[in-house]
């Protein structure tokens, strides 16, 4: 059974705005998806049309088969939900939020006890559990939304900027927890961010949007191929021969320009990027550069990024 699906689902609010734009898109269980795009893209309210708080105006949703419109409490029983900013209590210790949820879910004391401390210790809060959650940091509240999320054990998991707020090290351990609760209890990671580079790091498919539509969505290796090649060659030599100087127009950034007298190659200090279409025409351009007389100071080749594909993408619809 799919974990998500939405065919030609669409939110418009009052005005005319639509939030969600005729979006279709399959998830299998297990999977780490990045939902990406900009603030007010569309990510906040298509979460909440997912899990029954907002209803659609236009096609249909299924959460592991359940339709959030018409059962809520269904898809609420599998779901997880972690937003930005989630509300508890200030007056009560973590532990007794995490209690309090668990009950709310029909978790009895014992086991929600014994969760929370599990729960706790993972997310590296078992020296806070007694204190008050008004004494907690940001980031500290921002772990403990994320166990909340977790105490009922949910099949999918919706997470809205779950590291925001929080240090390099335990950034690292939530980005770990996450990836471990995918491959080794199956969990479906619903990942809304617009953090770009983060995401490539974690996800293992990606949905780009931008005003409320899905651009493109699959792996990266799928999203780069969509793009053709998109790859770049940077090379620097001291001497470029106009075969090379002609293979694209990369000699735009070059420095220190010079012209040897009798000689159609040129000479200098030279910083160059080629548009190459596969890793093969790497060997082929260095070998010319070689051949002509040029040293090879530094090779690299550079394969766009989700944000080098994200703004192709925006630019094309500007």
Not at 104 to 117: C, D, L, M
Request: charged content about 25%.
């Amino acid at each position: 059974m799919n974990a998500v699906v939405m065919n030609h689902l669409s939110k418009k609010y009052s005005g005319g705005k639509a939030a969600i734009a005729d979006m279709s898109l399959t998830l299998e269980p297990g999977e780490v998806f990045g939902f990406l795009g900009p603030n007010g893209a569309g990510k906040t309210t298509t979460v909440k049309v997912l899990n029954g708080m907002l209803q659609p105006t236009g096609g249909e949703c299924l959460i592991f088969g359940e339709n959030p419109s018409n059962r809520p409490e269904k898809v609420h029983a599998i779901s997880g939900v972690m937003t930005e900013h989630a509300q508890m209590y200030n007056h009560l210790t973590g532990l007794e939020n995490l209690i309090f949820y668990g009950a709310v879910f029909g978790i009895g004391e014992e086991e929600s006890r014994k969760r929370a401390q599990e729960l706790l210790w993972q997310l590296e809060l078992s020296d806070a559990w007694e204190q008050k959650l008004s004494a907690y940091s940001t980031g500290m509240r921002q772990r403990l939304s994320i166990a909340r999320a977790l105490m009922h054990r949910p099949k999918i998991l919706f997470l809205d900027e779950p590291t925001s707020g929080l240090d390099p090290e335990s950034a690292h351990n939530v980005n770990q927890m996450i990836r471990n609760l995918a491959k080794d209890k199956g969990m479906t990671i619903f990942l809304c961010t617009h953090q770009l580079r983060y995401a490539q790091e974690i996800c293992t498919r990606y949905g780009l949007i931008d005003e409320g539509r899905l651009l493109v969505e699959g792996t990266l290796e799928q999203l780069r191929a969509g793009m053709g090649s998109g790859m770049k060659l940077r090379i620097r030599t001291d001497r470029l021969p106009d075969s090379i100087a002609g293979y694209t127009d990369a000699d735009k950034n070059e420095k220190n320009r010079g012209e040897a007298s009798g000689s159609r190659e040129r000479q200098g200090a030279y910083d160059i990027e080629l548009a190459i279409k596969s890793e093969e025409e790497i060997p082929r351009i260095v070998s010319r550069i070689v051949q002509g007389g040029g040293n090879i100071y530094h090779v690299s080749a550079k394969r766009p990024s989700l944000e080098d594909i994200y703004f192709s993408l925006t630019a094309e619809r500007r």
